[in-house]
């Protein structure tokens, strides 16, 4: 079954103009899933999906192309090009500003490259916490995030 919804997924952000996990939710009704907003939102999680800006400028779920050739940082190099807009720094944690309905992707990605002197994230919608260990951790992910922009 899981499986199956999975397949689902990809399907329907393949072919529509997924937005929310709402939205999600609701097709996939169409299709005889009844899940949870959690259940949607482990599944976007485990799919890599993420969103994207559309051709009408609004954001929508995609599926990741597949890049294997490419590390965890490179990764996170992209995303940071593309969504992030400003890098700032108050004591030892380091604030990310995206543009709206990016922040998730790039965290997942910052936190997929494993930096040790990270003691955890937190994103919202477009900002991102960095809890950083030290001031001069916060002060030195600061100078590595600006070389990614």
Known sequence: MKNDRKK???DIVSHYEVDTQETLQALLLERGFSVTQATVSRDIKQ????????EGGSYKYSVPKSEPEYGAKSNLARYFADSVYSLDRAMNTVVIKCHSGTANAVCARLDG???SDIVGTLAGDDTIFV?????????AMLKTLENLL
Do not use: F, H
């Open 47 to 54: 799919l890599n999906l993420t969103k994207i800006m559309s």
């Open 113 to 115: 490259v494993g930096y």
């Open 131 to 139: 809890l950083m260990r030290t001031e001069d951790d916060a002060c």
């Open 8 to 10: 689902a997924i990809l």
